[in-house]
């Protein structure tokens, strides 16, 4: 059964910058990961989505990498801003069969400080 | 392009009543999932829908929920009797394909008293 980890839990840092959330998944045959955000009260926006053949994917000041030997994604997050305050989570799919479904991890949110 | 549709946002009920929540995806989207996010944690898979075909359902309380997706467009979910620890955000999202990137409601909230 695959588990999804995300550390920490919460973070809290200064305006401007530079940061890293963790995501550590149990069984690394993955089919891709992706990375979504969720805000308050509303449903999650897709941010990057990485295929099991990719390293990385970037998007602006985003930048998602994968290691699935090691069962790791990182998303870093450059010259942070307010705006970016929101709950960001990691959910893997194993596999492409029908049968097969996204697991989520339970969230890192983040708070930056103006 | 419009995004995921989702009605109603919130609903409160009392325990042992029924509520239904409606979806309809994103057009052309052949996969459609229905979520349960409680609140603090990730959300859940309940069922998957490819086109109007279930395509996995096993963690979906069967004894009192309920869904379909006619004619493989928009999908309702059901909840019969409700019970109190059914009180969460219900996700719909769509995919192109079973593999692909997925795309989410902004949810309903579900509050069971």
């Known amino acids: 059964k695959q588990e999804v980890t995300q550390i920490p839990a919460a973070l809290s840092v200064p305006e401007g910058e530079n940061l890293v959330l963790n995501c550590s998944f149990t069984d690394s045959a993955i089919y891709n990961l992706q990375w979504f955000r969720q805000d308050p009260g509303k449903g999650l926006t897709s941010l990057l989505l990485i295929q099991s053949s990719q390293r990385e994917q970037t998007s602006g000041r985003l930048n998602a990498s994968l290691d699935k030997s090691s069962g790791r994604s990182t998303l870093y997050i450059a010259a942070s801003q307010p705006g970016d305050s929101a709950t960001y989570l990691c959910?893997?799919?194993?596999?492409?069969?029908?049968?097969?479904?996204?697991?989520f991890g339970e969230g890192t949110q983040l708070t930056v400080n103006p | 392009e419009a995004g995921v549709a989702q009605s109603p946002r919130y609903k409160i009920i009392e325990k042992r009543q029924s509520v239904a929540f409606w979806c309809n995806p994103i057009s052309g989207h052949a996969t459609l999932y229905w979520y349960q996010q409680i609140l603090g944690q990730g959300p859940k898979l309940l069922i998957q829908?490819?086109?109007?075909?279930?395509?996995?359902d096993s963690q979906l309380p069967k004894d009192r929920f309920s869904a379909e997706r006619l004619k493989g467009v928009d999908s309702t979910l059901k909840i019969q009797p409700a019970k109190l620890e059914d009180s969460a955000v219900y996700l719909c999202?769509?995919?192109?394909?079973?593999?692909?990137?997925?795309?989410f409601g902004e949810g309903s909230r579900l509050t069971v008293l």
């Open positions: 959910a893997v799919k194993v596999g492409e069969t029908s049968g097969s479904r996204l697991t």
């Open positions: 829908f490819q086109n109007n075909g279930v395509v996995d």
């Open positions: 999202a769509s995919s192109f394909t079973r593999s692909g990137e997925l795309f």
